[in-house]
């Protein structure tokens, strides 16, 4: 059976594949005919094993959504009682940050060598790349500091609630984070890291009015990464999968190992929201040093989590189910239950966008359709070609692409500046912009089925990434 094929165009951009055999739901995606038209069966069967979990009563894909493991990423996964490892993955709660540069504008960075110092300022307080080495200026962050952030996240960090989709996510008293070592072992020597793969530390210049950002894109790095592949060997044998499918595990929270995986799975999340903000303070101080200027955080939210969240129905009745979103971003629009008392409740929270290190970012508010896509949005522009392929493919065009890079040229609050430049001798072929979708495409389907509103434009001017 092809699925792809049985998918049907119920508006301008958005399709549904009506619920089939073992299905326990159908599944809306939001596309644009060429976004569609991107997908492929493999897609539209990971999306078909996301609806036929136990407990599957919605599934969702963003205009980025590409092929993943077992669900698709930019999939959105809501069940009722169960939670699917793979609706998180490997890097459990990988997010963004967003900070803007108190007083500094496009003019102030448009010689190279102030990205450059710049670079070289933050490089020197936040590891990169694999591994768990800290660079000689990082700040110090002891087991006892890394126990409390693991259980109150941003809290003990002294962040305002307002900046953060969620300041943490509350443990059992019980919880032992000690208890699977490989994970750890990883947690105070990578506290405060970036990781590599896609993880980037960015400045940014908004198109509009020249003021200059930071983005900050990580997550929970080995700790998180260890407790994720511990559960998934763990759930794979009590649904008796083979080792190598273990991915297709879930679990039920009213059995043991479910409650022990969810407890793990937030102090995960946890950390990466510390992570974040740790490294945010790292970059404090080398934006004082190169600019004498301050930095004033934005928001923080994750892209790669399972929360139990209220679902607000057609008719204005509430339940609560759990929202996977694996590659997906929460997007909760003006009064929803979730915002509470917070200062986002009369205009939903703001949404961060990372695209390519070529096509920049996006801020976004949700709006009230955002309902119908399981108040969910994008995580990215989604990717056109595997690591391994972009390699291959565009080995020989490593020197046009570096070119494009140092050359490009954009004004930016009305100041033009040119080059983006790096912490790599050469662009990273598997991070460049032609491995993924068009951003403004993506964001466009948003906005067209009245999803999500951009904001604000950003465009990359510097970005670090750790090489792996």
């Not at 999968?241 to 009213?254: A, C, I, M, V």
Request: glycine residues 10%.
């Amino acid at each position: 059976m092809s699925y792809m094929n049985r998918t049907e165009k119920i508006s301008g951009a958005h399709y549904r594949l009506p619920k089939l055999g073992d299905m326990g739901t159908r599944v809306d995606a939001f596309l644009s005919e060429n976004l569609f038209a991107q997908t492929d069966e493999t897609l539209w069967r990971q999306a078909v094993n996301a609806a036929s979990y136990p407990g599957a009563e919605s599934v969702y894909l963003m205009p980025d959504t590409h092929v993943g493991y077992h669900v698709p990423v930019g999939g959105v996964l809501v069940t009722d009682g169960v939670v699917v490892q793979a609706g998180s993955g490997f890097d459990i709660s990988c997010g963004v940050l967003y900070a803007r540069l108190d007083g500094v504008t496009a003019k102030d960075i448009v010689d190279k060598r102030v990205r450059r110092r710049w670079i070289d300022a933050v490089e020197s307080r936040v590891a990169t790349g694999l591994g768990s080495h800290r660079p000689d200026k990082a700040g110090k962050i002891g087991h006892s500091i890394v126990r409390e952030l693991v259980r109150y996240g941003a809290q003990p960090l002294g962040v305002n609630p307002d900046l953060c989709e969620r300041p943490f996510i509350p443990v059992p008293d019980d919880f032992d984070e000690t208890k699977i070592e490989r994970a750890w072992n990883k947690a105070t020597p990578q506290m405060g890291s970036l990781g590599g793969g896609n993880h980037f530390i960015e400045m940014q210049v908004d198109e509009k009015d020249g003021s200059v950002w930071v983005m900050i894109h990580c997550g929970s790095r080995g700790f998180g990464w260890q407790i994720a592949n511990y559960y998934f060997y763990e759930g794979g044998r009590l649904r008796g999968l083979p080792p190598k499918r273990r991915e297709e595990s879930w679990l039920r929270l009213d059995e043991p190992l479910g409650r022990e995986y969810w407890a793990a799975h937030n102090a995960a999340a946890n950390y990466a929201i510390a992570n974040r903000w740790c490294i945010l303070g790292e970059i404090e101080k080398a934006v004082d040093e190169v600019f004498n200027a301050g930095v004033k955080p934005y928001y923080e939210i994750s892209h790669n989590l399972v929360q139990e969240e209220t679902i607000v129905s057609p008719d204005g009745s509430t339940k609560r189910r759990f929202v996977h979103r694996k590659g997906a971003t929460r997007a909760l629009p003006a009064l929803h239950p979730d915002l509470g008392n917070s200062k986002w409740r009369e205009t939903g929270h703001p949404v961060l966008i990372p695209g390519s290190m070529h096509a920049g970012a996006a801020i976004l508010f949700p709006q009230e359709r955002a309902h119908e896509a399981g108040c969910s949005v994008n995580h990215g522009s989604g990717r056109l070609l595997g690591r391994g392929q972009a390699k291959r493919e565009l080995h020989d065009l490593q020197g046009d692409i570096d070119h494009e890079m140092n050359t490009t040229k954009r004004v930016l609050g009305g100041v033009e500046v040119e080059g983006i430049v790096t912490n790599s001798r050469q662009t990273p072929l598997d991070e460049c912009a032609y491995v993924y979708k068009d951003l403004d495409e993506v964001l466009g389907v948003l906005e067209s089925e009245g999803i999500a509103k951009v904001t604000q434009r950003l465009y990359p001017v510097a970005n670090l990434k750790g090489m792996d």
